[in-house]
Antibody
Framework: EVQLVESGGGLVQPGGSLRLSCAAS????????MHWVRQAPGKGLVWVSR????????SYADSVKGRFTISRDNAKNTLYLQMNSLRAEDTAVYYC????????????????????WGKGTTVTVSS | SSELTQDPAVSVALGQTVRITCQGD??????ASWYQQKPGQAPVLVIY???NRPSGIPDRFSGSSSGNTASLTITGAQAEDEADYYC????????????FGGGTKLTVL
């Protein structure tokens, strides 16, 4: 069974750090780009970060750039999100998601879609 | 603010057809994908690309696109379709970053 399981969430004080993990199983983890998405209480989904299949390329939302670091260990089939300098507005459920890249012909290029999601892990930033 | 715009709420009578729309400049260049999220659950992919459904998604769900607007249509809405729906696409910069719409709460009456 294809599965993603997040862990590492919890209560942390403002300015603190937390590392989230996402354990993958049931598929060839090293073949896929992976993303983190978060959802604040009662709010919508927000894209956070992505990493390519071998970990050589990453991108971040402006709201977390310079504070969060995405990484992966393909030998351990695990995705990570290191979160530093946490703020109250980082409070959210954090989901990891497997991403597929597909070619489109008109207009030419590639689009992405998230076909497998974990159940999420909750991060609460509060004093 | 989101680069993709969705109506916050839409309602449909049981068994009728409803269209949920998503607008944004990036949709002129890239296909959207659509996700269903029920309370307390993770999102589920329902439509991706031109009009593709993952295995297990009922064929009453379909997608289309025109200009800067992507649409998710549910033909013959069921009570279990009541959920939040989010569109998602690459951002307008062309980088491999993604952006979500603000979400549409679908109520089945």
């Amino acid at each position: 069974e294809v599965q993603l399981v997040e862990s590492g969430g919890g209560l942390v004080q403002p300015g603190g750090s937390l590392r989230l993990s996402c354990a993958a199983s049931g598929f060839t983890f090293s073949s896929y780009w992976m993303h983190w998405v978060r959802q604040a209480p009662g709010k919508g989904l927000v894209w956070v970060s992505r990493i390519n299949s071998d970990g050589s390329s990453t991108s971040y939302a402006d709201s977390v750039k310079g504070r969060f670091t995405i990484s992966r260990d393909n030998a351990k089939n695990t995705l990570y999100l290191q979160m530093n300098s946490l703020r109250a507005e980082d409070t959210a459920v954090y989901y990891c998601a497997r991403v597929n890249r597909a070619e489109q012909l008109v207009p030419a290029g590639y689009y992405y879609y998230m076909d497998v999601w974990g159940k999420g892990t909750t991060v609460t930033v509060s004093s | 603010s989101s680069e993709l715009t969705q109506d916050p709420a839409v309602s449909v009578a049981l068994g009728q057809t409803v269209r949920i729309t998503c607008q944004g400049d990036s949709l002129r260049s890239y296909y959207a994908s659509w996700y269903q999220q029920k309370p307390g659950q993770a999102p589920v992919l329902v439509i991706y690309g031109k009009n593709n459904r993952p295995s297990g998604i009922p064929d009453r769900f379909s997608g289309s696109s025109s200009g800067n607007t992507a649409s998710l249509t549910i033909t013959g809405a069921q009570a279990e379709d009541e959920a939040d729906y989010y569109c998602n696409s690459r951002d307008s910069s062309g980088n491999p970053c993604l952006v979500f719409g603000g979400g549409t709460k679908l109520t089945v009456l």
